[in-house]
């Protein structure tokens, strides 16, 4: 009784203070493309209401009753748009803005991070990204993610994110709304986002709201351009790494757009003549990404998405040694990459209620095999193959809605169906040997497994002035499989308080649950990955995370903020070290499991978004660890990936209106690794010396360890340039990409190694580094049509 008396109160409360506002609702969109812009400030002068537009460019504004309103929206590389409405009921108000010819020009308001309770949040476009030196002048996403404090990566150039302290693998990486599972290319060096197709891109760090889930650490949400609905516009870029084409414009003008890209690595133009003409083998790698979209606006209040991935990794190397009268032959292949394909439909109910609904589908799969062969007077004599194959597909359907209830109160919520379907390996075995009497010759397939997962949310965004906000949402996860169920209830709650006018203090907790593990196995060249599900032997990963935020804009053009985080994990996995095909066929009973996890840090970043000189400082400070009963004797022990100092700068200076300069330097301490502290020898004769009648002993060595990763790599420091030259042609803009990986050469270790070396008779054990990647000049051109 009490509680219905309650949510009478809370209804009538609602429809009292809706009946005295007014709701102005709309688009906004750019004026040049007609494309939907995301996250745009939207501010009522005299009363200070303010939203933003959500990811289709919607917004919607409540507002007290009054003779006239003054509109002011904003967003960053757009003209500030203004104008007074007088109004007496609700309003629908499209808006177009206009991208700005000086980019140095202060905004006077940006959707400034003091009023919104959300922290860790990063937000990139291409323009941004283009700004940053990249490896070989390949723009890339997630290494412009890895200049943010509490993101590290993973080994030399690679393009893994390691956030906060958790693996890749608990990062929920999605396209368009549609989970991606692998988004490496050329052994993770470059990522499958291809810059020239992508509109924005937002890394959540920790607590992200109730809408994500299925991961433990961190989102990167990327959103592909919709597609110019005014004119048909192109790009093409080429450099020493890739080929990349980009195409969009209308079929029907205002109606109806595409877009259209591809890129290409250029890899194997240069190394598979080198590797024929001087090494006498064959030697293949290439990959490719292509996006694709159709984006048709059915009316004023529908529209309807269609968007396209696909991009592959493919290698194959060979080596021949040629006798007389014989042949031996090496080959390794691999293939590997995902497909993704998603039909969205947005609608717009009324003023307050717009809801989006999205179907989708998306594969990962992954391929490789070995061979040596021996060929005698054109007849096989010995014969060894392996090869191994899994994926992992998803069908999905979700529906999301956001509601504007009041002025101070507005609510997220939806559904989400997923099925998953694991075909964890299936793996080919033959053993031949000419006047052998047993051979082998086998094929081994490990279970598959289907699991369905279903999920609710709901998120209340509350915003009481500009002294409180809040988002405090909660997510039920339940999970199914083998008979099982599993269920997760999951709060999430963040809270933002800003005594002053341009400071706030923030605090946010999350629960988050993980029921898919990635298998990572030795001995596979490039891919080394395959993906399992939950199980009853391996189950699902949580994690509990909280955060403290201090964030200040006090100081002219400048935004400062310090957070300090917490996060704990449990059931984690970790698979047994050996034979990667034995560990694929078996992978349940071959991982330790029950993990737990502990990582906590503190991160201060200072940002300068306004003038000719921008760019930003972070720093961080954190601790990682693991620990599992039957890993280091059940002790704790550093992860893998624990680097307590990182230190990165980026400065972009703007020399002329066409001509920008970047510099990026990075400082991480070195990773914990395994290291012998000693050695001893055991002889064993392996070899008799008939001649002179003695045995000929060999020396075995066996090294002695201490505790897991108790040793720690030198530090790693590197510094970038990058500078863009632009010109403007008859047919459109033209930009030179001169840049500088490494600037001072620093060889950073990527391995450490042991020989054995003989010094006056005494033989010694030296320590070895291997460095992979020196100074490394780039150039590239980029043509943008008009």
Known sequence: MKITFFLVIVLLGTFLLNAQNITISGTITDAYSGEKIINVLVLEKNSQRQTSTNNFGFYSLSVPVQDSCVIFVSNFGYENFEENLIIKNNLQKDISLVPTTNEIEEITISANKINDPSTGILTLSPKQISLIPALGGERDIFKSFQLMPGVMQGTEGKSGLYVRGGSPDQNLIILDDVPLYSIEHFNGFFSVFNDDAIKTAKLIKGNFPARYGGRLSSVIDVRMKDGNMKKTTGTISTGFLTTKICLEGPLIKDKISFMFSIRRSMIDLFLTPYYAIDRGDYFNY???????????????????????????????NSYSD??????????????????LLAFRWNHIFNNKLFGNLTLNYTKFRYFNSSLTEDIENGKTTYKIFNSIESSISDYAAKYDFEYSIAMFYKINFGVLYTRHIFNPSAIKYSDF???????????????????????????????????????????????????????SHEPR??????????????????????????????????????????????PPEYSN?????????????????????????????????????????DWENKSEKNGVGHSYGLEFFINKKIGRLTGWIGYSYSKTTRQFENINSGKVYPYDFDRPHDFKIFVNYKIKENLDFSVAWYFQSGRPINMPIGYYYSYSFYNFDFENNIPIPYNNYTELFTDKNSFRMKPYHRLDIALNWTKE????????????YNVYNRLNAHYYYFDTITNNGIKERVLYQYALLPIIPSISYT????
């Open 286 to 316: 290439v990959f490719y990404d292509i996006n694709s979209k159709l984006n048709y606006k059915v009316s004023d209040k529908d529209n309807i998405y269609l968007s396209f991935y696909t991009g592959d990794d493919r290698f194959t």
């Open 322 to 339: 040629k006798g007389l009268y014989s042949k031996t032959k090496d080959a390794f292949s691999m293939r590997g990459g995902n497909s």
């Open 433 to 487: 040997m000419i006047d052998r009497e047993y051979n082998v010759d086998t094929f081994l397939l490990s279970q598959n497994f289907n699991s369905n997962e279903f999920n609710t949310y709901i998120e209340n965004i509350i915003k009481i002035s500009d002294f409180f906000s809040a988002n405090i949402g909660f997510r039920e996860s339940i999970y199914f499989i083998d008979s099982k169920e599993y269920i």
């Open 493 to 538: 709650i963040i809270l933002n308080f800003s005594p002053f006018k341009k400071i706030s203090f923030k605090g946010s907790y999350a629960k988050t649950s993980q029921n898919i593990h990635l298998m990572v196995l030795n001995n596979v060249n490039f891919f080394s990955s395959i993906w399992v599900p939950a199980t009853e032997k391996c």
């Open 545 to 585: 995370i909280y955060s403290l935020a201090f964030v200040t804009s006090l100081f002219k053009n400048f935004d400062i903020e310090i957070e300090f985080y917490q996060k704990e994990m449990s059931n984690l996995i970790e698979f047994a070290k050996g034979s990667f095909y034995s560990n694929a066929s």
């Open 729 to 740: 042609k008859k047919r459109g803009f033209r930009t030179l990409s001169f840049g500088i």
């Open 783 to 786: 043509f943008k049509f008009k």
